[in-house]
């Protein structure tokens, strides 16, 4: 009960991480058809970011001026990067997120080098909200989810209630629209961009500190919330909500069971040993299968469901 | 109206797969150091995977993102048959060794691609992406078969010599991959020539109207994946052979990302581009990174660059002074190159030092202090000097590639106007 | 003997818009046949949901007899039904006669093979050659299809869709946007074109209406409100009602 609890809310503060990320890779996908590779990257530069700003001026200036910072580097990559490359098609227009990606994180290796930097979760944030049985829970988990919901209904808000907002609703349901709306639209595309990699960037100001701050992060995290768009269904932001807290649970849980096939068997009474057929599948376990499983979870959503869970429409 | 067939074999053909073939089989007696004719077997190997690549992306429009997947399982149920062959077990000429590979990779073609194909454009990428991760995960769960980190060795030099061939010495081995070389080029080359690979390119340009004559886009799209995975697998198993170990990194997302790095910077809207692509990637990656740690960066660099300015890769600057050629007039458009490559020259001049300082001082600093030397001058990255004189170097690089850039526009337009009088003429 | 072609009750609503309100329609061998009506009146639509392009909601399309209804679109075409697009709908980056031959390959029965070589296909050559010399486009035979003037590109939009060999043809607006001459060209094309074969056609020009149809049938609001030879819909009371009396302000669009 105790380890159900905590991890519970630890998938639920990671989960709602992840859909401040797969939020903002949903709007630019609906809104502009690009699939943004570089968007982990935005994600991890945040927490490079804040980790200078943080070792400069302290960890709250660095909670504004980081994502800011990021929303800039945002709306250059729209305008003069993928602007550029628009008129020769969507294929183009990822292949250039991706060198973009290649780029950001070999730029990160050359500036901050290989090893994890030592982006510290401010003291003032250090100690324990409240404790769960025997377990100390953090105070600095808290204020991760407290940041997200607090994002969640900024987000909420802006899309409902701003001019801009109700321009990106409507793409989300016809994207053939928005041209004839009349709108500037190079603007409102390299406004959503830059919203969308600001999202991703203030998720590496607080998720950056909370896990691990090094080069590896936007490939890790980059491919999961592929998943997560994959999963919930492309261009649908509820979708994306729910994949992102499934897929938070499914990888957060399965870090803690170290049952594997063969402790069904011997529950079954099933004799082996090693050298049974297959014995190596039958010996991972769920935590050494954990990696896997949302890869496992997308392949299984497309052949049953291609559309994805609240997806209307594919590509 | 009878229709005569052209030749299978005629003179232009015969030329130029001959040519290939004597560049092939000359090149080890021009380059003779073993860095060479290591790198001409990498060239060999890369060659294959980035034409299996551009089947997928060039000719049936299929981004791909995973497709180091075929190529890494191909080559581990090579590196595992060959164990076997090696303890005994299993007879198999190691020359056909290739075979094993390319099945193995159609195997997973199989597979996979039923689950992939079923999409197109975006999703398909994305998808492919989840699939290599997958795989990449799986690697390290299954150690038996993936060897874990060290990956699994294997030693070429199995059975009896054939005519005194054992794939000992690496000129032997170089030979077995530019026989398969050969061989899959033409083959992949012929493929384009076929009922399939002609509906694979009507795919690419408009999926929905094959349909409408008759053809299954996605059953287009799962055949050509499927052979694509085949010549895939034939490249790893090569892989196998010559570097006599394969390791997780071989099925990874970054080897697949190489090879569409490889295929679009040679240009993927042309046949020989990947070639291209594949042999200036491998030597750029041998050549640079004995250079520079950064050498990723630049390559990235350069991606990026072809992306935005060349989005045909080289084959399509190439085949852009065709016409020009052909009218003789590609001499007029020289001067101007010459100029634009010198200002290119300056330019570059100014980014590789101030990437070379900040790695000197961010990263190296520790180690070796900030005392660097560049392009033979010696000097302290900790003073504000060299970076003043590296920014204005960079400045005056933009500027002068901007000018020469309109000086490039100017020499085309003249060219233009003559290749459009000899049209009407 | 069967219609070629037979619409029964056929129903389309996108969302809780009915746009196809029970479409019953038959079409003899051999017979050309006009689909007209005001923009919005659904033909487009209709000919996407008898080529299968849309999923029918509900209803039957037969198909020489046969039910067709649910089917794919390349098995569609596989029984011998073609359509042309309104939008130009071609393979851009193919020269136009490697379009036309796409569009026999499957009906010649060489299928996904990737052991022939396409080049010493005889049959393929001699039939897409014929078909290029047939809709006049003879001297761009080998130009890239991206690169054609309009009225080329609607000739080979005709052209692929015919190349098959289906015996029934849709054709969607054929000259839509043409000039009188190259109208004038394109109605004999299409004459020559569907000579024997069952045509159906969208076309808002109504002397090409007129001029080429036997009989034709009026869509106004997803129903059928009449059909039959141009005299009898010329006479129709309610098609003057709903229909011919905004000609003039259709043309002038």
Known sequence: ?315 | MAYQPPPLIHRKRLLTWGLTAAVLIVMPLIFKQSFALSMMSQMGIAIIFALSYNMLLGQTGMLSFGHAVYFGLGAFFSVHALNAVGAGNFHWPVTLLPLIGGVAGLFFGVIFGYVTTKHSGTPFAMISLGIAEMVAACSLMFPTFFGGEGGISTDRVVGNAVMGITFGPSIQVYYLIAGWCFVCMVAMYALTQTPLGRMANAVRDNAERARFVGYNPTHVRYMMLMLSSFFAGIAGALAAINYELVTAENVGVVASGNVLLMSFIGGIGHFFGPIIGAMLVTFIQSALSNYTLAWLLYFGLFFLVMILFAPGGIASLITLHKPAWEVAQVRKLVPSYIVAGLAGAVLLVGVISLIEMIYQVETKAEQSGTEMSLFGIGFDAATVMPWVVSVCILFVGALLLWMASRYVRSSWTQVAAVINARRSA | MPAALELKAVHKSFGKTAIINGVDLAIEKGERHAVIGPNGAGKSTLFNLISGRFPLSTGNILLDGQDITGLAPNEINRRGLARSFQITNIFAKLSVYENIRCAVMWSMGYRYSFWKRVAGLRDVADRAQSIVDMINLGRRRDTLAGVLSYAELRALEIGVTIAGGANVILLDEPTAGMSNTETADAVALIRNVTQGKTLVMVEHDMSVVFGLADRISVLVYGQVIATGTPEEIRSNKAVQEAYLGTEATEESE
């Open chain 1, 1 to 315: 009960m105790e380890f159900f609890l905590v991890t519970l809310l630890n998938s639920l503060s990671y989960g709602l991480l992840l859909f401040m990320l797969s939020s903002g890779l949903t709007l630019i996908f609906s809104m502009m058809g690009v699939l943004n590779f570089a968007h982990a990257s935005f994600y991890m530069l945040g927490a490079y970011f804040a980790f200078q700003t943080s070792q400069a001026i302290g960890f709250w200036p660095a909670l504004v001026v980081a994502p800011i910072a990021v929303a800039a580097l945002g709306a250059i990559t729209e305008r003069y990067g993928l602007r550029t490359v628009h008129k020769y098609g969507h294929v183009a227009e990822l292949l250039f997120t991706f060198g973009l990606a290649y780029i950001i994180e070999e730029i990160v290796h050359l500036i901050w080098g290989r090893a994890p930097v030592e982006y510290k979760i401010p003291a003032v944030l250090d100690f324990s909200a409240f404790s769960i049985f025997s377990t100390q829970y953090p105070a600095y988990r808290v204020f991760m989810m407290l940041v997200s919901v607090g994002m969640l209904i900024a987000l909420y808000f802006a899309l409902t209630r701003t001019r801009i907002g109700l321009i990106i609703q409507a793409s989300l349901t016809h994207p053939d629209m928005v041209e004839s709306l009349g709108h500037n639209v190079p603007r409102v595309f390299m406004t959503v961009f830059a919203g969308g990699a600001a999202l991703a960037g203030l998720a590496g100001v607080i998720g950056g500190n909370a896990f691990v701050t090094e080069p590896g992060m936007a490939a890790s995290v980059g491919t999961i919330v592929f998943v997560v768009v994959v999963f919930g269904g492309m261009g649908s932001l509820a979708g994306a909500f729910v994949a992102s807290l499934v897929i938070g649970a499914v990888q957060t849980f399965s870090v803690g069971f170290d049952y594997s096939l063969l402790n069904l068997f011997a529950l079954l009474g099933i004799e082996t040993s090693a050298d049974s057929a297959w014995y190596d599948l039958w010996k991972v376990t769920i935590s050494q299968a954990g990696p896997v499983l949302p890869y496992i979870l997308m392949v299984l959503m497309l052949i049953f469901r291609p559309k994805g869970l609240m997806g209307t429409r594919e590509g």
